[in-house]
């Protein structure tokens, strides 16, 4: 079990560009979600995937965030045209799926809009 | 809306005394409860949690105490050490998605 892996740790990006992060869940996990959190406040749910598919988005998720979890294993987030309030944590976590079963977390891609 | 309050932001304890965090929710379909304890540039990790038919789960020196009547959730260290310094987030679980409240930062003085 290595745990719950993101890439890249840090992005500095300009306004206006493209930004994909990674995440590599624990291997038998078959949940796994998106989280942003700004400074003070907890982590806010983004999207979900049970295996390959998309189960739940919120409404937090503009139109020019995407994300994808092919062949149910590593998923990307992707944001387009980013702003400066897209400036935050993004934090990926996965689970078993099992009844009572807790969420397990990255360290995160903290993404600095500029 | 914020289903999960943590009212506290920042709490101050002697080592060896005991730690009380408090925890508010206000969603009855809540099933399931957990602790997190987050260090600077890490993510948080899971530290304790509870389901909702129980009133208390206990791991170490970590206790989760679950109130259903008046949507209380608080977390017990005892006794507390240095290196529980950290951000505490309560989350609370309906459906297929976790809720976090805001945090509260835990200084432990030696």
């Known amino acids: 079990d290595t745990g719950v892996s993101q890439d890249p740790r840090h992005k500095i990006t300009k306004r206006g560009q493209n930004v994909t992060f990674r995440c590599d869940p624990i291997?038998?996990?078959?949940?796994l979600y998106w989280y942003r959190q700004t400074l003070g406040q907890g982590p806010e749910f983004l999207t979900y995937?049970?295996?390959?598919?998309?189960?739940?988005k919120s409404r937090l998720l503009s139109d020019r965030f995407s994300a994808e979890r092919p062949k149910g294993s590593f998923s990307t987030l992707e944001i387009q045209r980013t702003e400066q309030g897209d400036s935050a944590m993004y934090l990926c976590?996965?689970?078993?799926?099992?009844?009572?079963?807790?969420?397990?977390f990255g360290n995160g891609t903290r993404l600095t809009v500029t | 809306d914020q289903q999960v309050k943590q009212n506290s932001p920042s709490l101050s304890v002697q080592e060896g005394r005991i730690s009380i965090l408090n925890c508010d929710y206000t969603n009855s379909m809540f099933d399931y409860f957990l602790w997190y304890k987050k260090y600077p540039a890490e993510g948080p990790t899971f530290l304790i949690s509870?389901?909702?038919?129980?009133d208390k789960n206990e791991d170490g020196r970590f206790t989760v105490f679950l109130n259903k009547s008046a949507k209380h959730l608080s977390l017990h260290i005892v006794p507390s050490q240095p290196g529980d310094s950290a951000v505490y987030f309560c989350?609370?679980?309906?459906?297929?998605?976790?809720?976090f409240g805001t945090g509260t930062s835990l200084t432990v003085i030696p």
């Open positions: 995937f049970q295996n390959e598919a998309q189960l739940e």
């Open positions: 976590a996965s689970s078993s799926g099992t009844s009572y079963s807790p969420l397990h």
């Open positions: 509870i389901s909702s038919i129980k």
């Open positions: 291997s038998e996990h078959n949940r």
């Open positions: 989350a609370a679980f309906t459906g297929n998605q976790f809720y």
